[in-house]
């Protein structure tokens, strides 16, 4: 072979190989940008992301320890000023599993942010900005990506934009899954007001009120339907209440409800309050004189007697149903949606009412009901009991928030066992609170109740020593936000957990929760994998990748798949988001010229680029010693039998290969 015909092959590999490279190189995300006035000196820089399909951007608006939120940067100039920070219109939120059911709100399709400026020197013609973004699918996130944005525009040019709301197929899958959220509100409320019911403040109030409306009533038809107007009445009262809170808040507030800290701690405080009244430690009463009032209201007859009549029962029952609204308010409006509340207290109200409708129309019914007793009591109780357990929901999300550390997994753990053994002693007889009655003997529901929650809590001890408890994993903390992530009486070393005679190597730890021995430090991990001999899994992964944590939780903890990770190859993780500053200058970015990296992630996202062509997190590579692949990278593999295969095959390689 000449050299002519040598490089003409040579060029033609380089080329296809590049082409192949490109290829796997992800851009999900194009940006296009405008200007829109608004005034004589104020304008929006309006910066558009079109998304492609089944990947999604995330929004401005995330808490810290979840994906990476979009930020803008803007270039400082003399000639124009920022007017607040910019704006974002509605996407989807949803809990994220990964993260702890974090609140996670992010866009589909398209998504619009604007950034108002208000104008200086009129001889302005162009802003520079840049944004910084991360996006992910069902399989695969990106590390975080930079890009640069501009703005060009004449001040005497630019017109004014049409205010217009854009329906974007975004929006309508948006409202498709909130749909599904409201619905899952609405059935909690009415269980919820069915519970309401067997309190001692409502129960009685049933046979009382449907023997009013038919002895009251000329006919039995103008009973029926006096007791239906008296179960609307109740509807609407409620209805009114749930719409005052959406109005009060606000949707802003409302989507901010479930992460905001002071939110999440206030809205602990109040079950504790509701908690502790339902125990009997005080009863939360309206006013005495609004319900005099409203009783003097009732006495005029007619529709307007009867609407008074069921806001008297509200009134008058508050003490045993304030809690339940309360905390069912707070369960909607910290789902973010606006109309959350008001299809709460639809449902609460619904399951009120109904009782009074259908025992009107068939009062032989009310011969079947239960007596009036200490059961009643009891059910108050219970709530309570259940109430003190949500409570410290909240209090937890306010302490990852903020990272204190103060309610990890194994304390929120302690004081459910607490909590849930405690209310199976009282539904036992053997824990007695003062407004109960004396209990002679324990009838088969309680006993059945009593059971299921000591089965319960007994479930929940192992949770101390590291069992996952996946009936109840979006309550407490995640296991890597805990003292001991394998268990308490573990030790935990270097963000894992250890025996006291185990060696971890310079510049290696070991990762929390598996106890695998990892390096985060490329030449530090390929360096001890030749003096053990082992063959390197590269990991690139990222703090906020949401499919990196489902193969972590998922697949790395079944045994066959940690056995090889722990004991066949040398884990090096490399954090394509890690924001950790260079020590000395920064290196220029291979891919961006004239750039300097920022943070090391961005060295081992380039290295990921450069290397092996593609730009998508979870992605593994088993490499030998001279840093060649042992058989092909793999992305995101949820079946374990797939992964571990993979696994096996590149350590089979590799032993070859001596």
């Not at 019911?197 to 038809?221: E, G, W």
């Not at 004189?289 to 209201?297: E, L, P, R």
């Not at 291979?590 to 290397?611: A, M, V």
Request: aromatic letters at 12%; hydrophobic letters at 45%; glycine letters at 6%.
């Amino acid at each position: 072979m000449n050299k002519r015909t040598f490089y003409f092959l040579l060029v033609i590999f380089t080329t296809v190989f590049s082409s192949t490279v490109k290829a796997q190189i992800l851009d999900p995300v194009s940006w296009s940008t405008s200007v829109e006035k608004i005034s004589d000196t104020e304008y929006d820089l309006v910066m558009k992301a079109s998304i492609d399909a089944s990947w999604h951007l995330y929004s401005q608006k995330l808490d810290e320890g979840g994906p990476i939120a979009t930020s803008f940067t803007f270039k400082e100039s003399e000639n124009y000023t920022l007017v607040g920070t910019p704006t974002e219109e509605e996407g989807h939120s949803a809990p994220e599993p990964a993260f702890n059911n974090m609140m996670v709100k992010y866009f589909e399709n398209s998504a619009t942010f604007k950034q108002r400026i208000k104008i200086i020197n009129k001889e302005l013609s162009v802003v520079n900005g840049e944004v910084n973004y991360m996006v992910c699918n069902d399989t695969q996130c990106l590390a975080p990506t930079y890009k640069d944005i501009e703005f060009k525009f004449s001040t005497e040019k630019a017109t004014v934009a049409p205010a217009k709301k854009e329906t974007t197929s975004e929006n309508k899958n948006s409202k498709k899954d909130e749909s599904k959220g409201l619905f899952s509100i609405f059935f909690l409320a009415f269980l919820s007001g069915f519970a309401a019911l067997l309190t001692p403040c409502v129960f009685p109030m049933i046979p009382m009120t449907v023997s009013f409306f038919t002895k009251q009533s000329k006919t039995k038809a103008k009973g029926i339907r006096n007791a239906i107007i008296y179960g609307i009445s109740i509807i609407v009262i409620y209805l009114l209440l749930g719409i005052i809170v959406s109005a009060v808040f606000g949707a802003d507030a409302l989507n901010a409800l479930s992460t905001n800290v002071w939110f999440n701690v206030i809205f602990f405080v109040l079950l504790l309050v509701f908690a502790a009244s339902f125990l009997g430690a005080f009863e939360i009463m309206l006013p005495n004189s609004w319900a005099n009032k409203v009783d003097k209201q009732a006495d005029r007859g007619g529709l307007v007697g009867i609407f008074f009549m069921a806001l008297a029962l509200a009134i008058v029952s508050f003490s045993c149903t304030g809690p339940i609204v309360g905390t069912l308010l707070v369960q909607a409006a910290s789902g973010g949606s606006q109309i959350g509340p008001i299809v709460g207290m639809f449902g609460f109200s619904l399951a009120i009412a109904l009782p009074f409708a259908l025992f009107a129309a068939f009062p032989g019914w009310l011969n079947s009901l239960p007596k009036s007793g200490g059961w009643l009591n009891s059910v108050k109780v219970v709530l309570g009991f259940l109430e003190l357990a949500l409570a410290f929901k909240f209090l937890s999300n306010a302490d990852m928030v903020l990272q204190m550390h103060l309610l990890e997994r194994e304390v929120f753990i302690a004081i459910w066992i607490a909590v849930f053994g405690a209310l199976t002693l009282y539904l036992f007889g053997k824990l007695q609170l003062p407004h109960d009655s004396p209990l002679k003997h324990i009838s088969v529901g309680r006993l059945s109740m009593g059971l299921i929650t000591l089965a319960f809590t007994i479930y929940m001890i192992p949770g101390l020593w590291g069992a996952p408890l996946n009936l109840i994993s979006a309550f407490p903390p995640p296991q890597h936000y805990s003292e001991s992530p394998y268990g308490v009486g573990n030790m935990q070393t270097g963000g894992g957990t250890a025996t006291h005679t185990q060696e971890i190597p310079e510049g290696a730890h070991l990762m929390a929760p598996h106890n695998i021995l990892a390096f985060n430090d490329y030449e530090k991990g390929l360096a001890y994998a030749k003096k053990v001999n082992k063959p390197v899994m590269i990991d690139f992964t990222g703090h906020a990748c949401v499919n990196c944590r489902k193969m972590e939780q998922n697949v790395w903890v079944k045994d066959n798949v940690l056995d090889v990770l722990k004991n066949d190859v040398i884990l090096i993780s490399l954090y394509v988001d890690e924001k950790i500053k260079f020590e000395g200058e920064a290196p220029e970015s291979k891919l961006r010229p004239g750039k300097k990296l920022r943070y090391t992630g961005q060295q081992w996202s380039e290295l990921q680029q450069l290397r092996y062509g593609t730009n998508a997190q979870p992605y593994y590579v088993l490499i030998d010693h001279n840093e060649e692949n042992l058989n092909a990278p793999v992305a995101y593999t949820p079946d374990v039998e797939e992964y571990h295969n993979w696994l096996k095959e590149g350590v089979g390689n590799f032993t070859s290969k001596k």
